[in-house]
């Protein structure tokens, strides 16, 4: 099998990637998003390359980190993985999967749609809308729609320090994304989901004064044996969303309930395989190569245009 990994930079994760793939007697090579060059010529030629490595060769793309860019960059290199699916490459995790995973309102709306539990949340562009959601609930936590490892989040309960949070973003046209605060402890959970099985689950700690839990923030994190129920959660969440693999986060209140917070569809392992010793990259290529081998090619009459 031959991997292209696609990715914004080398590094721990896709070091690993490229040893799970050798380890099991196949290629692979990392190339950046931004050296992708698409070339249409004649009817049913096409071309997808990068660094002078034709894409459409490949037997699975595993996209990673897809870099920050202007919105037409962005746009064009997940057009760009639409494309290479649609040419029957499968493309782990899949362009839909990336799409909902980043925008936290679209994943809320499927986790929602999925009848999992998810924290009460309002979003909105007007300021006064996010301002009565502010008093209504209370405690909120102030999210960026889109963002990740816990930037941009801050938990505010007094409406005049909210309004001093909300008034730049309403300048600079933030869609304000405000969701009810979770009493948990300081503690939430990150269950893996590879092929629509759990592979492990981690407890993760805030640090001393935080209440953000991330472990690249400073979170502590341990193995944990999840409940029947926690998987199920995971698994519905990882499905709801069409994720081959995911980094799902559940939420514990103190009052026993819990929450489906919010599923990473690129998510980053090292803490998690610190805390369990569990190979994530030898399950993740494992699940690529039943991919390869369950692909079907779609069929593409002269007569349509090419997918673009």
């Not at 991997?3 to 990637?17: M, W």
């Not at 037409?72 to 639409?82: K, M, P, S, T």
């Not at 909120?140 to 729609?145: A, E, F, G, N, R």
Request: glycine share 10%; hydrophobic share 45%; charged share 25%.
């Amino acid at each position: 099998m031959r991997a292209v990994i696609l990715s914004a930079r080398t590094g721990g994760h896709t070091d690993e990637l490229i040893r799970a793939l050798t380890d099991r007697g196949h290629s692979g090579q990392v190339l950046p998003y931004e050296g992708l060059v698409a070339r249409l010529g004649p009817p049913l030629q096409a071309h997808l390359a990068s660094e002078q490595t034709s894409i459409l060769d490949a037997d699975v793309v595993l996209a990673r980190i897809i870099p920050g860019g202007s919105l037409e960059q962005i746009i064009y290199r997940v057009d760009a993985l639409h494309w290479i699916e649609d040419r029957g490459v499968p493309v782990v995790n899949s362009p839909h999967a990336i799409e909902r995973c980043v925008d936290k309102f679209y994943t809320t709306t499927l986790l929602h749609g999925a009848g999992l539990p998810t924290p009460e949340t309002v979003v909105c562009e007007r300021l006064d809308e996010a301002m009565a959601a502010v008093r209504a609930m209370g405690d909120v936590v102030i999210k960026p729609i889109f963002g990740s490892l816990g930037h941009g989040m801050i938990r505010v309960s007094d409406p005049d320090v909210a309004l001093r949070v909300l008034r730049p973003l309403d300048q600079v046209r933030s869609v304000f994304y405000v969701q009810r605060a979770i009493d948990h402890g300081g503690r939430d959970l990150r269950l893996l989901v590879v092929g629509g099985r759990v592979l492990g689950a981690i407890e993760r700690r805030a640090p001393e004064g935080e209440w953000r839990t991330n472990v690249a923030i400073g979170g502590v994190a341990r193995a944990v044996d999840p409940t029947p129920e926690m998987e199920q959660m995971a698994l519905g969440a990882a499905a709801a969303v069409g994720a081959d693999y995911a980094g799902v986060d559940l939420l514990p209140a103190r009052d026993g309930s819990l929450f489906v917070l919010e599923v990473n569809g690129i998510p980053g392992w090292r803490g998690f395989q610190r805390a369990t010793g569990l190979d994530v990259a030898a399950a993740i290529v494992e699940h690529a190569e039943r991919c390869v081998q369950s692909r079907r090619v779609p069929s593409i009459r002269p007569e349509e245009p090419l997918p673009v």
